[in-house]
């Protein structure tokens, strides 16, 4: 089991290759075959190819993503964030997504699910 400590920091070291807007970094934070649902509900994107897809896609529609973390609350090999997503975007303005997310992670501290829990309903735009 990964315990709280190497798990918080799988989190955070997430968090940190969003803020930083580099492919690698963000791709590094996974296990290769780890799966990443975003949002919940959609299909998943699984291994390193489709994490890789997936935030190059993400980073297609915004300048900068960043994310306004309230709390991270960890235990064992599991995590919760409570957070929000701002996405800055190419044509001007910011979308902020109110989240959760949930990450279960590997003895490696390598991040192996992720589930990103967010309800389109709820995303915000706002002018520059």
Known sequence: MAGPDVTRAAVERYVAG????????????????????????????????????????????????????????????EAVMVFTVNAHLHAGGTTRIPAVGHYDVGEDGLITHYKAYWDPATVEFVAD
Request: aromatic share 10%; charged share 25%; net charge negative.
């Open 18 to 77: 969003v803020h930083d807007g580099s492919t690698d970094m963000y791709v590094g934070a996974f296990a290769p075959d780890a799966v990443i649902e975003d949002p919940v509900g959609t299909a998943p994107h699984v291994g390193t190819d489709a994490h890789r897809a997936f935030w190059e896609n993400t980073r297609q529609m915004a300048d900068k993503v960043s994310f306004d973390v309230e709390r991270i609350i960890a235990f064992d090999d």
